[in-house]
């Protein structure tokens, strides 16, 4: 197996089977994380509903659940106004 992800790139030009770039994709780029196939089923439906992909969905859990345990005494409600704000204070720095 390649080591590095230069190499990888450098190798993908060699290899046209469909199946090894997938797997050069999901090693080297994106990483892989292992959940049930029930929480990808829930990912999947909810996804759905909320007109997410099931990679954003699942992005999305991870990081409202990353915040809910850094801020314990937070709402959810509190969370997204928290998250609103950083992102508006980003976006003017960058327009100043």
């Not at 469909?18 to 196939?37: A, N, T």
């Not at 990912?43 to 991870?62: D, G, H, L």
């Not at 850094?70 to 204070?89: A, G, V, Y």
Request: overall charge negative.
């Amino acid at each position: 197996m390649l080591s590095k992800p230069k190499e990888a790139f450098a190798s993908f030009f060699l290899f046209y089977d469909i199946q090894y770039i997938y797997v050069l994709y999901m090693e080297y780029i994106m990483g892989i994380v292992k959940i049930s196939d029930e929480l990808h089923e829930e990912i999947r439906t909810t996804s759905s509903v909320m007109s997410r992909s099931i990679n954003s969905q699942a992005e999305f859990w991870i990081k409202i659940g990353r915040l809910c345990e850094m801020h314990p005494d937070k709402t959810f409600n509190d969370l997204i106004q928290q998250e609103l704000m950083l992102q508006r204070q980003k976006e003017a720095s960058l327009n100043e």
